[in-house]
């Protein structure tokens, strides 16, 4: 028995396809299909669907720059966050988007821009549950930068403030 996607299904795929770099528009139906439903390609009036579908495009665009991430293709996961970021500045996955993209560069060898990456994730998260994390990774930059006294403050940072969090251990 086949269904027919849901009313909240097109909107939500719908705002996917606007949104420049999400990537997720290969589970939208195609063109053809989306007109007939025309209430996709004018204003969407149902303000409690919107609210749903947006929060819905804010977890898939998130997931897919995360499994970017995961799958090795740092530079695709940091295109992917950072686009997160821009249409989603203020959200509860904003810092986790932001640790991610310093990871990214961490993986490839960037130090220097994961280490301003992970500055940022202290300065605008400072209440994060990344922070111990971004402050663990700054400091590993720093070390495989060269940079030893700069490495070993953060760390005993980690240990200081985050004693009984994983990374002071």
């Not at 999400?22 to 053809?32: A, F």
Request: proline fraction near 5%; charge should be positive.
């Amino acid at each position: 028995r086949k269904t027919r996607p849901t009313k909240d299904f097109f909107v939500l795929c719908s705002l996917v396809s606007r949104m420049p770099g999400v990537g997720m528009t290969r589970l939208c139906p195609p063109p053809h299909v989306r007109r007939e439903f025309e209430f996709i390609q004018g204003d969407v009036r149902d303000k409690d669907l919107m609210r749903k579908a947006m929060e819905g495009v804010e977890i898939i665009s998130h997931q897919a720059a995360y499994q970017d991430y995961t799958q090795g293709n740092y530079d695709l996961a940091i295109q992917g966050f950072e686009e997160y970021l821009r249409n989603f500045p203020s959200t509860d996955l904003s810092d986790n988007a932001t640790y991610w993209i310093g990871e990214s560069y961490y993986r490839q060898g960037m130090f220097r821009r994961a280490i301003d990456q992970f500055s940022r994730v202290l300065e605008r998260f400072p209440r994060s549950d990344k922070v111990p994390s971004a402050l663990l990774k700054k400091g590993y930059g720093h070390l495989a930068l060269g940079e030893r006294e700069a490495g070993t403050a953060e760390l005993r940072r980690v240990v200081r403030d985050y004693p009984n969090n994983d990374e002071a251990n």
